[in-house]
Each structure stands twice: as C-alpha cells, then as structure tokens.
C-alpha cells in the first residue's frame, strides 16, 4: 500500500494534469470554431471550381486529348499517395484513423503488384509511417511555421504534386484526409485528384451551353492545376476542423478520467489517513490497558 | 428594366465581395479586357494580371487581380481569385516587392511564350498602379 505522502503527491499530479487537458480542451474548442468557420467559406470556391471544371470537361468533344490531368496517362502503375495529417499530437485517433486508412490502400495496392510513392503533409504522418514505408516516401511537407492554414501552402503541394506527374513519375494520385462530420465523428477520406474522378465532379445535370474564350482545352490546361490546389486546400481545412474537433473530445475524455481518478485517490487517501489514525488509537488504548 | 446582375467574388479562404446591384463589370480576360453587362451570355474564361472594374449604383470600384476564373451564367457573375486587392486599400509596399519579384522571374531564360505574355502583363500592371 503507497504511502500518505506518496498518494497526495499522486493526487497532485493528476490534478495538474487535468488542469493541462481542461485548458487544451478550451483551446482546441475556441479553434475548431474557427477552423469550422474557415471550412464554410472555403466552400463555394471549391464548389463553383468543380462545376466550372464539370460543364468544361462535358464541352470537351475530342476525350482523346484531353489535358492529361483530367484523362489520366492511361497507365496504372504507379500510385502516388498524399497523406494529410497534423503536426500536433494529442488529438486522440485522428491521426491514427488516417494512417489506417491509407496502410489499407496502401497494402491493397501493393498486393496488386504496383509501384507506391508516399507523400506526406504533416510531421505526425511521416512519424507513424516512416519505420513500414520508410524507402516509399519520396518527400514529407510540414506547415508548423504556418498558424494558419492558407492557400499558398496547398499550393506549395499541389505544385510539387503536378511537377513529378509532369515528369511522368506517377499514374494516379490519392489524397488521404480527415472530414470533418461533427465534433465527434470524423471520417478518413480517400480522394483521388489525378485523373480527376468523374463521379466526384457532381451531378450531369448542370450541363449548360457556354462560351469559352479562350478554347476549352487551353481553359481546362490552366483550371486543372488550380483545381488540384483547390482540393489540397478544401482537404487541409477540413483536416484542421477534424483535428480540432478530434482533440476536443480527447481532451474532454482525459478531464472526465483525471476526474474520476482524483476521486478514486482521494478515496484511498482518506481510507488510509483513517487507517492510520485508527492504528494509532488502538497502540496507545491497549498501550494504557496493559499498563 | 433593372440592368443590374449578381456579383460574386470568391477567394479559396472566404467570400470576397457579394453584391446585387452590378450594372457593368470590367475584366482583364485572358484575350482582352471584357465588358460584361447583364444577360451576357454564358461565359468560362480566365484571367490575365490587371484590374478588375466593378460598375454599381453606388459609384466604381476598381479592384487589381493577379489570376482567376470566370464563369457567367443566368446574371451571375462568379470570379474565383486567389489573390484579389481593392485598389484603394493596396499595400505600396506589397506592390513594389511582388514588381521586383515579377521582374526577377522575367530575366530568366527558360520562359514558354504564355508564361513570358502573363509576366509582362503583370509587370505593366503594377507599374501603373505604383505610379498612381
């Protein structure tokens, strides 16, 4: 049985600690909102990107010489995967979820005998992922300098992104990332950008009669890499507010367990405060008795 | 008959500028600057480094673009920019770090036609509006 001291300092230390995750608690709740906030503004851009690149990629006649963005190289061998994850810790699963994601595709694509290159975005991915794929990691990117999450950054992926698919280095891209459903729950993603997937352009109904100026193809050459950005960057704020809310209710949970295991110790402490004491009473009564 | 139309100016992080009571719009497209006036039709074009015209009841706007993409269609004008400044609240200094860079990327060699077109383009630009 530990000792009074060493159960109050026990009390102490868990109480210090509840105090650390009640305070990141507060913290990750001030930014989720805005993380959250940021999310919904990025929307429409993201939105009317995709419906632009939709009715373009619907006007394009000749699929043959479509940009190779759009249409793909007609390969499948070499798989490019971009996961997104956090540079912080203390986020309970939500870099683990990821991560689990993608060694399920990861494994999968393997298994069928074809080539995967890895890139990561975030120090947490390259970390969990290193010691199993570590020759498969062509290059890790970390924003920790940045505060925010901006547009420059993504499009400091994208653009190293659309340079190795230049260089022929790849077939098809993959982005790996968190989306945010609510505090609670967020769902790993698995997206591919190249070749642009056409059942994730949205809906054929919004097919319209344009004008395009200057041709399709050439407007299509210079979207598509926008585009790429655009989805890096919708993926990155949606990965922020999943990362805030995921650390939110791990740190909920940690105050709620700090809680119950201050009782717990509190409890014992008195027990044995009382044990003490009764020890001692009893030494001096039969001390008097056999007087 | 209202001669107004919708605008919107999107950015990736936020919503630029909504506004309903456009009555024309000057854009610096990629082949020529464009005038848009209400039931234009439906339009995609993108582009070029310059400034951007907003025409209203409530006086003109002038606003510098660097790239983006137009889409007219049913009187809405969407652009989507990621790097739009009203001109009347630019940062100077902005101005004159992006036209040494720009000129710096124009003295090199390895430069397509079209990227050279854009560079020039950005660099007339500026330097008008640094020399306002």
């Known amino acids: ?291 | 008959m209202s001669e107004e139309f919708k605008l919107e100016i999107v950015n990736p992080e936020k919503s630029f500028l909504s506004k309903e009571d456009v009555t024309e719009v000057l854009v610096p497209a990629y082949e020529g600057d464009m005038g848009i006036l209400k039931d234009h039709i439906s339009i995609i074009s993108f582009l070029k480094p310059g400034i951007l015209k907003v025409f209203s009841k409530s006086g003109e706007d002038k606003y510098y673009v660097e790239d983006g993409i137009i889409e007219f269609k049913d009187n809405t004008l969407s652009i989507l920019t990621s790097s739009i400044f009203s001109l009347d609240k630019i940062d100077r200094s902005y101005v004159s770090q992006s036209l040494s860079d720009t000129e710096k990327l124009l003295s090199k060699e390895d430069l397509d036609d079209q990227s050279r077109f854009l560079i020039s383009q950005k660099i007339d630009v500026l330097k008008s509006i640094s020399s306002n």
């Open chain 1, 1 to 291: 049985m530990a000792s009074l001291d060493d159960l109050k300092k026990r009390i102490l230390s868990v109480k210090s600690t509840q105090k650390i995750t009640k305070a990141m608690k507060m913290v990750a709740a001030a930014k989720l909102k805005r993380a959250q906030e940021n999310a919904e503004k990025g929307r429409p851009y993201s939105e009317k990107m995709n419906n632009i690149i939709l009715n373009l990629s619907n006007g394009i006649s000749d699929k043959e010489n479509a940009p190779k963005l759009l249409a793909g190289t007609g390969n499948d061998k070499v798989h490019l995967c971009v996961v997104l994850t956090s540079d912080r810790g203390l986020c309970g699963g939500f870099n683990s979820n990821i991560i689990k994601k993608a060694k399920a595709y990861f494994s999968k694509i393997t298994s069928e005998g074809k080539n995967l290159k890895i890139i990561t975005v975030g120090s947490k991915g390259y970390d969990q992922l290193k010691r199993q794929y570590n020759d498969k990691i062509v290059n890790k990117i970390s924003f920790k300098e940045s505060k925010n999450i901006n547009f420059f950054d993504a499009e400091k992926v994208s653009k190293i992104i659309i340079e190795s698919f230049q260089k022929n280095e790849f077939d098809v891209c993959t982005i790996f990332y968190n989306k945010f459903k609510n505090v609670i729950t967020q769902i790993p993603q698995a997206q591919q950008i190249i070749p642009l997937k056409s059942s994730e352009t949205g809906n054929d109904n919004a097919k319209d009669n344009y004008e395009f100026e200057p041709e399709e193809d050439e407007i299509l050459g210079n979207l598509l890499p926008k585009n790429i950005s655009t989805q890096i960057f919708k993926a990155m704020l949606e990965n922020s507010a999943s990362e805030q809310g995921s650390r939110m209710s791990a740190m909920d949970n940690a105050t709620r367990n700090a809680g119950e295991m201050v009782d717990k110790l509190t409890i014992q402490y008195n027990r044995s405060r009382q044990a003490a004491i009764t020890k001692e009473l009893i030494e001096i009564i039969s001390g008097a008795e056999s007087l």
